[in-house]
């Protein structure tokens, strides 16, 4: 078998012989007109007629590919020619598989040795080619774990997302990394293992704030010795893996001895830590009794979109849920959508021993012998009937539900706000994709660029963008020659990767009097490109600046021959003060909304959010940075008072916190060095 991980290019070389029946048989046999026009169902059926007579009879993976070369469909088959031949049928298909067939040029085969080993590949062609008609599963985050490492003596937890590749047990999945950080939180205080990382433990002399709240044992400074912190690690591994009775049983009992020595204060510690791991468990919310490690998957369907709801149990414990909202066609059913986001969704995670659906699907068996094969173990899919496991199936049903409904509520409200924002602007359609860009930087170092995306789903995070400002000959603070640098690597990358015609340039829609475009102008839901919301060209770009910063992004644009993206710049009032925001737009005069514009309100929150983005990526940049070169960075700050400033602090977060009259307070700092590190650190970023 092909491997899934690896680049594949598996044409069909259409010199060679024909199979079984010839070109004409199929051709009589589907009255097929092979001098119909591109792009038309008849076109379509021949091409896939053509390619079929050549495709192999073996099981194996096919790909309908368009004219431009784009891929349209992934799909399976125990017999790739029998499947192929199919869609040539002249009636029987629904319009979406007929609009499919009609765009198919040509087609792409590649045979596997079993069925199964084909819808393994088949899932991870699709997350990687993302197929405009297959199913598509859009937040393909890696799930967080929680890590107990293995490679130093005083074991560390951690929160741990990725390849599993540095030494220790790994514990998850969790739903989300808030479950993850929550659960740390509860087991500090449980078992007081360390959460610092080796070079801080290394080069303690005196224990750290955790040990003095008491979420640490202390192993950095021998508070605790081996065998006892060796101990607690045994006793968090036991938790996680399950046995959390037993070692709530083993506390209690600890807790009643030294309760009936009187060691008051013994009692008490053991106390504390029952009262986290209930803690921990209380936010657990169902801890299925008959079920060690399951995944529940419920789907469900309203107003033409799916929802698909993960609950993850893991050692007999309640990890959390997430819900998706898989890119699919209306007339799929729920459980054609759910079949399709399994095979995806285990792509890249290992399963469990057993999975709980919520619909029955068409290839069960065969999606767990593809499970089974892959993860090494035994696993069950399932549609329970009765029982414990069918309560688990509508708890996740009914979260399904609530998810989409609020999902569909949020959308609604969203697709008015664009409209909206489009009839504001005069663009004459709702942009589904908005591009925002922002620069962080203090003095001009550490300079980043950011880009937020936004659309009718809200803020699409997933393809959020930083740019490390690289440029050598930018003066230091040049907002322009720094925007220039981010929207000319960004727009010419988007040009090799997803190429596409350019349009005329946009004029909006602007009433000669008022200079404002008209409120009642009709909205289309479609921007200048394809229409696709998954299009990754925008349908409007939003500058955090004013004049200057709009004429750098449309020359800088226009360098690229790109003049068909609407450009607009948000300009902060006076004194940045929320609410004076002025636009510019090209080729219109300056102007603002009213105070209390619902429009005014969503250009806020986009412009906010790509604020936030940057000044994260500037300080996340800033503190590497610090790492690196330490804090003699800070001008008079040698080794002796760095030395001084972490004795005392502990951290350089906790420097980066501290208050002026705490810095000045340090031994051999002096009151006006205090001013200068405090300024470092707090300095405004732009």
């Known amino acids: 078998m092909t491997s899934p991980k690896k680049d594949i290019d598996p044409t069909v070389d259409l010199t ?13 046999d589907s009255g097929v007109d092979l001098a119909a026009p591109l792009g038309s169902l008849p076109a379509g059926r021949a091409a896939i007629l053509r390619y079929a007579k050549l495709a192999p009879s073996s099981p194996g993976v096919y790909r309908m590919i368009d004219a431009k070369g784009d891929v349209l469909y992934v799909g399976k088959a125990k017999n790739i020619r029998k499947r192929v031949a199919a869609y040539a049928r002249p009636t029987g298909y629904d319009p979406r598989i007929e609009r499919m067939v009609a765009a198919t040029a040509s087609l792409e085969f590649v045979s596997t040795a079993t069925e199964t080993e084909a819808l393994l590949l088949e899932a991870n062609l699709i997350k990687r080619l993302r197929p405009r008609f297959n199913v598509l599963l859009r937040d393909d985050k890696s799930f967080p774990y929680i890590l107990i490492t293995a490679d ?3 074991a560390q937890i951690l929160k741990h997302r990725g390849a599993h590749t540095r030494p220790g047990d790994y514990y998850g999945p969790f739903a989300s990394v808030w479950a993850v950080n929550r659960t740390i939180n509860s087991l500090q205080r449980a078992f007081l293992l360390r959460s610092c990382s080796d070079p ?7 224990p750290c704030l955790l040990y003095q709240i008491k979420r640490c044992s202390g192993p950095c400074t021998g508070e605790i010795d081996f065998a006892q912190y060796g101990g607690l690690v045994r006793e968090v591994k036991a938790f996680l893996s399950g046995r959390s009775q037993a070692v709530k049983d083993q506390l209690a009992a600890e807790m ?3 309760s009936a020595a009187l060691e008051f204060e013994r009692a008490a510690i053991y106390r504390d830590r029952l009262a986290a791991l209930s803690a921990v468990q209380s936010h657990q919310g169902i801890n299925p009794r008959g079920i060690e490690n399951a995944d529940v998957f419920a789907v469900h369907q309203a107003g033409g ?6 609950f993850f149990f893991r050692a007999g414990q309640n990890w959390g849920n997430r819900a998706y909202f898989p890119r699919a066609d209306r007339s799929l059913s729920a459980a054609e959508v759910l079949a399709a986001f399994l095979a995806q969704f285990y792509d890249d995670k290992p399963p469990p021993a057993c999975i709980l659906i919520s619909h029955a699907i068409e290839e069960r068996a065969l999606l767990a012998e593809a499970l089974t094969t892959k993860s090494g173990h035994k696993v069950d899919v399932s549609v329970p009937q009765r029982g414990e496991r069918k309560d688990l199936v509508e708890h996740g049903l009914a979260n399904a539900r609530e998810a989409l409904a609020r999902k569909l509520a949020e959308s609604s409200s969203q697709s008015r706000l664009l409209e909206a924002l489009g009839q504001t602007l005069g663009l004459g359609h709702a942009p589904l994709r908005i591009e925002v860009y922002d620069n962080s930087h203090i003095q001009g170092s550490n300079a980043v660029g950011a880009m937020i995306v936004a659309g009718l789903e809200g803020f699409r995070k997933n393809q959020y963008r930083k740019f490390n400002i690289r440029s050598s000959d930018l003066t230091p603070g040049d907002d322009f020659g720094m925007m220039r640098e981010v929207l000319g690597r960004r727009f010419k990358r988007l040009m090799s990767e997803a190429p596409r015609a350019m349009a005329a340039p946009l004029s909006p829609t602007v009433d000669a009097v008022t200079g404002f475009a008209p409120v ?9 490109g394809d229409g696709d919301g998954d299009s990754p060209w925008p349908d409007l770009v939003v500058i955090d600046g004013g004049r200057g910063q709009l004429t750098a992004a449309q020359e800088t644009l226009a360098a690229l021959g790109i003049v068909d993206i609407p450009l607009v710049a948000v300009a902060k009032g006076p004194d940045r003060e929320a609410g004076m925001e002025t636009f510019f737009l090209p080729g ?6 009213q105070p209390r514009d619902a429009v005014l309100y969503f250009v806020q929150r986009l412009r906010d959010e790509a604020h936030r983005f940057a000044i994260g ?3 996340v940049r800033r503190r590497r940075d610090l790492r690196e070169a330490g804090l003699q960075e800070i001008p008079g700050i040698g080794p002796t008072r760095k030395r001084a400033l972490l004795r005392h602090f502990g951290t350089l977060k906790a420097i980066e916190r501290a208050a002026l009259a705490d810095l000045a307070k340090v031994p051999g700092i002096s009151a006006e060095t205090a001013r200068k590190v405090y300024d470092f650190f707090h300095e405004r970023a732009s």
């Not at 219109?588 to 909304?593: D, T």
Request: hydrophobic share 35%; charged share 30%.
């Open 16 to 28: 060679g012989e024909e199979d079984e029946q010839s070109l004409p048989e199929l051709e009589q």
């Open 152 to 154: 130093h003596w005083a």
């Open 200 to 206: 801080f433990f290394e080069s303690r002399t005196r």
């Open 256 to 258: 009643e001895n030294a």
């Open 305 to 310: 979109f799916s929802c698909v709801e993960v």
């Open 520 to 528: 009642a102008a009709p909205v289309d839901i479609a921007g200048p």
């Open 588 to 593: 219109r005069e300056p102007f603002k909304l």
């Open 617 to 619: 990526s500037h300080r």
